[in-house]
């Protein structure tokens, strides 16, 4: 079993900045992919980004350019910068790890909003 907790949503203007923060603890050894899902209002939950344990990364389109993920392998937390945020980025953010299965965060919200 793998717990997670996240942090580090909030209410920010657009053009702000955001750091979510997300801790692994419990079966972590066997840990490869961890990452950030979100889901809008009425939408289905969508990838943001992912990293590989030895530090690939993946991003979906509408993030390039603007949001940058990474990862301490030691503390075993992944950590998604929010630069230049706009409405649409609002939603609750979710943490995921791949292991042997797939676990999720608690989810935390962000608000892009003047």
């Known amino acids: 079993q793998v717990q997670l907790v996240e942090s580090g949503g909030g209410l920010v203007q657009p053009g702000g900045s955001l750091r979510l923060s997300c801790a692994a603890s419990?079966?972590?050894?066997?840990?490869?992919?961890m990452g950030w899902y979100r889901q809008a209002p009425g939408k289905q939950r969508e990838l943001v980004a992912t990293?590989?344990?030895?530090?690939?990364?993946n991003y979906a389109d509408f993030v390039k350019g603007r949001f940058t993920i990474s990862r301490d392998n030691a503390k075993m937390t992944v950590h998604l910068q929010m630069n230049s945020l706009k409405s649409e980025d609002t939603g609750v953010y979710y943490c995921?790890?791949?292991?042997?299965?797939?676990?999720w965060g608690q989810g935390t919200q962000v608000t892009v909003s003047s």
């Open positions: 419990g079966s972590t050894f066997s840990i490869n992919v």
């Open positions: 995921m790890v791949a292991t042997a299965g797939i676990y």
């Open positions: 990293i590989t344990r030895g530090g690939g990364t």
